[in-house]
């Protein structure tokens, strides 16, 4: 509580200091951020961060809901590009932008979705007649994929987002229409919900020395 979810650090930095370290490495240089919850640290991370972005912030209500948010800075900031990036700020990915762009470009749908399948925080078993056949300690499930918390909206889509979460409301709709699209990415990739997870990255140590060595 003392800090925002994305200020939290991870390797002695920010988990927001290696999203932002990603975006330049791809050479996405234009940044907005929506902050509410304590946006003043925000505001002193990135004056005190050395990195060469031109970000600027679009503030919001700590009620408002992820949809209200990307509305809020879609409508300030007036983009002139059809497509924008979205992230969720409290996780890390090594996802290669270029291709989950030509990937977007090439379906051409509203919403693509970044992908990855599931790592469980739990030992998963396999029984049969009660006799545990098979068990796994956390396991990676790649028959079962999950939300990266990366995004490449169309712009079009500002129409369509209400009150409520988009995973709640603007997904299913896109879902029933065909409108959202899979990019599926399996290297390094984990969100931080929890006090849990800061421990549980420790597991992706192999995956992690390999996203900074190429940052470095």
């Known amino acids: 509580k003392k800090i925002p979810k994305p200020l939290i650090k991870v390797d002695n930095k920010p988990i927001l200091y290696w999203i932002l370290r990603w975006l330049n490495y791809s050479d996405i240089k234009n940044i907005i951020l929506c902050v509410a919850y304590k946006r003043r640290c925000f505001l002193d991370f990135v004056k005190n961060t050395k990195i060469n972005l031109n970000i600027c912030f679009s503030k919001h209500s ?40 030509q990937f977007h ?75 959202l699209y899979a990019y599926e990415h399996n290297e390094l990739w984990y969100t931080f919900d929890t006090y849990n997870d800061l421990i ?3 597991n992706l140590k192999t995956k992690w020395n390999d996203f900074t060595k190429i940052l470095n």
């Open 62 to 101: 700590v009620n408002d809901t992820n949809s209200i948010a990307i509305k809020k800075a879609l409508k300030r900031f007036k983009l002139e590009d059809e497509n924008v990036l979205v992230i969720n700020g409290d996780t890390i990915a090594n996802i290669n932008i270029k291709k989950f762009y």
């Open 105 to 179: 470009k090439k379906h051409n749908p509203l919403i693509s979705m970044g992908i990855t399948s599931l790592l469980t925080n739990a030992g998963v078993v396999e029984t049969c007649d009660n006799r545990i056949k098979s068990f796994r300690e956390k396991p990676i499930i790649k028959t079962v994929k999950i939300n990266t918390g990366y995004y490449i909206f169309n712009q079009k889509v500002i129409k369509l987002l209400d009150d409520k979460k988009f995973e709640h409301s603007l997904f299913p709709n896109l879902v029933r229409e065909k409108n």
């Open 200 to 202: 549980g990255f420790e």
